[in-house]
């Protein structure tokens, strides 16, 4: 519970950062530090299921990954309409990667290691 309650606040503190660089380097240290300090959990798995979806939650705003602001900047998809389609499929993808993504981790990890 405590790794899903991460999560999500990994992914909707992406909302405010302009540049997936800096939203790693201003985060990532801070959450790996949580992961340390859950007892009985795997902290390399914990920022496996964190690190992920970053990608996908860049969807969240007209700045957040580097073809949003081109979609944006055309007309193709309007202001108000990027925020709701963002909240939307943000949501979407945060479910999608929880109900598939991260029992895959926890299949595929193991056998890695």
């Known amino acids: 519970m405590a790794t899903l309650g991460m999560l999500f606040a990994f992914c909707v ?3 405010f950062f302009a540049s997936g660089t800096a939203y790693v380097t201003a985060i990532v240290g801070l959450f ?3 992961a340390l300090q859950i007892p009985g959990a795997d902290a390399s798995q914990i920022m496996i299921i964190l690190l992920l979806p970053m990608g996908i ?3 969240l705003t007209p700045y957040g990954t580097g073809h949003s602001p081109v979609w944006f900047a055309s007309g193709y998809v309007k202001g108000p309409e990027f925020w709701k389609l963002g909240a939307i499929f943000g949501i979407i993808y945060l479910v999608v990667f929880i109900v ?3 029992p895959w981790i926890e299949f595929i990890l193991p056998k890695l290691i």
């Open 100 to 102: 598939v993504g991260i």
């Open 57 to 59: 939650m860049g969807i």
């Open 13 to 15: 503190l992406r909302y």
């Open 32 to 34: 790996a530090t949580l």
